[in-house]
């Protein structure tokens, strides 16, 4: 109880400084690949905390690592906590005061309050070093948004879960759909694999009078359209999750010819790898057969993205005991199923024994219209979220690292 004690006095002694990072950085979002002011602020405080810093790790990702003086420190384990920085190519409609100063760029998916929330975190557990029997390395990941490349890889290909070597991760994003101080937490897969797929339709132009001149793409298009949904429903078994969604379609030039090429792009959404292996020769197989059946051809492109992520079944129990004992019972929420949206927080949950979890953030008795989802213009999170998303980082860091 006396270490939760000791965090709640840090949380509630940084709180003014997390909104106050939050806001400045929702004033000047960056793009993926484009956080340098974020992450020179990142790094800034993180040094004024007498925190190893490493910079430039992965393209604009940030490391700090707070070593813990605790007994047995030095042969301690270490363990992560990860936030992302970047932000996304929209038009902020929220009308916040700390509105996006950057034209067509804002944070409309909560990286901003993910970034403020680990700095806290590093600010508390900074400030109880010497209850830590072991390291936390915090992680500042830039290009989450970058599917199907993700951030996530660069930064552990150039060593971010080494030297000190991280035996375990956590991480959190903002959820709307929940109200503030909710922590949701699932054992096993919690969100989906995310891929891309881009498939053109060749057939040959004729006049629109005359289609048996010619091999109509568009006609062709709309039935491997449809035939990719067979996919899902006859060759993926009921018990697994899958989705194909064809997002844009392209072809045609006038209203009277038959067009000789059809462009189509969209995405496939999978919890379990083994199913996510499966889906480009699946997909291909009934493309390319659909279209031969109407004397056409169809080119498949199939591009792996974000792996599952998947929460370690010993780091839920521990995370969600680490809510129970730190916020209350009430605070944690297990999710009964899993979302498929994609966070490439997977990628290392892969590497590492993991969890992550869903933060509220939408006031109570305010509709998620007010509030806004993920990835809209009008996306505004409630601040009020802050002290928990610290509460919940800080509490598993600890529990962590106290294991025996």
């Given at each position: ?5 000791r965090?709640?006095r840090?949380?509630r ?20 690949r484009c956080?340098?002011r974020?992450?020179?602020l990142v790094?800034g405080?993180?040094?004024?905390l007498?925190?190893?810093v ?5 393209g604009?990702g ?6 813990g003086?605790?007994g047995?420190?030095d ?11 970047d932000a996304?190519?929209m ?6 005061p700390?509105?996006?100063?950057v034209p067509?760029v804002?944070?409309a998916c ?9 700095l ?8 109880m ?5 072991g390291?936390?390395?915090f992680i ?5 948004e970058?599917?199907?490349v993700g ?12 030297d000190?070597?991280?035996?375990g991760?956590?991480g959190?994003?903002?959820?709307p ?5 909710r922590?949701v ?9 995310s ?8 057939g ?11 091999v ?7 039935q ?5 949904q ?9 018990l ?24 189509m792009?969209?995405?496939?959404r999978?919890?379990?790898e083994e ?5 480009p020769?699946l ?13 056409g051809?169809c080119?498949?492109r199939?591009?792996?993205g974000?792996?599952?992520l ?16 730190a ?9 009964e ?14 590497e590492?024994p993991?969890?992550?979890?869903w933060?509220?953030c939408?006031?109570?008795g305010v509709g998620?219209?007010?509030?806004g989802v993920?990835?809209s213009?009008r996306?505004?999170p409630?601040?009020g979220?802050?002290p928990?998303?610290m509460?919940f980082?800080?509490s598993?860091?600890?529990?962590f690292?106290?294991?025996?």
């Amino acid at each position: 109880m006396e270490e939760h004690e000791r965090i709640e006095r840090e949380v509630r002694r940084h709180l003014d400084r997390v909104v106050e990072w939050r806001r400045a950085i929702h004033r000047h979002p960056e793009l993926s690949r484009c956080e340098e002011r974020t992450a020179e602020l990142v790094a800034g405080v993180l040094e004024g905390l007498g925190l190893e810093v490493r910079r430039g790790v992965g393209g604009h990702g940030v490391l700090g690592l707070l070593r813990g003086t605790g007994g047995g420190a030095d042969m301690g384990p270490t363990v992560g906590l990860r936030a992302d920085m970047d932000a996304l190519p929209m038009q902020e409609e929220t009308g916040l005061p700390c509105a996006s100063e950057v034209p067509g760029v804002m944070h409309a998916c909560g990286h901003d309050t993910h970034t403020a929330m680990l700095l806290g975190t590093a600010c508390v557990l900074a400030g109880m070093r010497d209850a830590l029997p072991g390291n936390v390395k915090f992680i500042f990941q830039p290009a989450e948004e970058l599917n199907p490349v993700g951030g996530a890889p660069g930064m552990i290909a150039d060593g971010a879960l080494e030297d000190p070597r991280v035996d375990g991760l956590f991480g959190l994003h903002v959820w709307p759909a929940y109200e503030t101080g909710r922590v949701v937490l699932r054992s096993g897969p919690q969100m989906g694999a995310s891929d891309r797929v881009y498939l053109t339709v060749k057939g040959r132009a004729a006049h629109g009078s005359a289609p048996d001149q010619g091999v109509d793409a568009i006609m062709i298009a709309g039935q491997v359209l449809c035939g990719l949904q067979s996919v899902v429903s006859r060759s993926v078994s009921p018990l697994d999750a899958a989705v194909v969604t064809i997002g844009t379609i392209k072809g045609g030039w006038r209203y009277n010819v038959i067009p000789d090429r059809v462009e189509m792009e969209g995405t496939v959404r999978t919890l379990r790898e083994e199913v996510q292996a499966a889906m480009p020769d699946l997909i291909e197989r009934a493309a390319e057969g659909i279209a031969r059946s109407l004397r056409g051809s169809c080119e498949v492109r199939y591009v792996k993205g974000y792996p599952p992520l998947v929460n370690d079944p010993e780091m839920f129990d521990l995370a969600a005991e680490a809510v129970r004992e730190a916020m209350g019972a009430e605070h944690l929420v297990v999710a009964e199923r899993p979302e498929l949206g994609a966070e490439d927080f997977a990628f290392f949950a892969r590497e590492r024994p993991s969890a992550f979890a869903w933060l509220g953030c939408r006031p109570a008795g305010v509709g998620p219209e007010e509030t806004g989802v993920l990835h809209s213009t009008r996306f505004r999170p409630d601040e009020g979220c802050f002290p928990f998303g610290m509460r919940f980082l800080a509490s598993c860091a600890v529990a962590f690292l106290g294991r025996r």
